[in-house]
């Protein structure tokens, strides 16, 4: 059983920046594929960023909506993985979940390719 718990979410003004941390436990947390994803209210809910397992180079992935504003990196010292996210827009407003894939190392933009997800955190931009 892996458990991931996410932080860091808040309230922030248009403009302004926030860090979502994701904490994995896990031994083999270096392994794993990790993604970001968002939902909003009344919407489906979907993929932000991923990154790979640190053996298939750690690669990022992000959605065109979030593309040269959100950042996302891994400390496998930590098990821990983060969301930078700049320049957030009132669109940007949703409860950010985080989710492990034990057995993948690409992440993958469909919810279904993970094994544990977050409890959620959320994050509001106001305008």
């Known amino acids: 059983q892996v458990q991931v718990v996410e932080s860091g979410g808040g309230l922030v003004q248009a403009g302004g920046s926030l860090r979502l941390s994701c904490a994995a436990s896990g031994r083999t947390f270096s392994n794993y594929a990790m993604g970001w994803f968002r939902q909003a209210p009344g919407k489906e809910r979907e993929f932000a960023a991923g990154?790979?397992?640190?053996?298939?180079?750690?690669?990022?992935y992000y959605a065109d909506s979030v593309k040269g504003r959100f950042t996302i990196s891994r400390d496998n010292a930590k098990n821990t993985v983060y969301l930078q996210m700049n320049s957030l827009k009132p669109e940007d407003t949703a409860v950010y979940y985080c989710?492990?894939?034990?057995?993948?190392?690409?992440?993958?933009?469909?919810?279904?390719?993970?094994?544990?997800w977050g409890q959620g955190t959320q994050v509001t931009v106001s305008s």
């Open positions: 989710a492990a894939a034990t057995s993948a190392a690409l992440p993958t933009v469909g919810a279904g390719g993970y094994d544990y």
């Open positions: 990154i790979s397992s640190s053996w298939s180079g750690g690669n990022t």
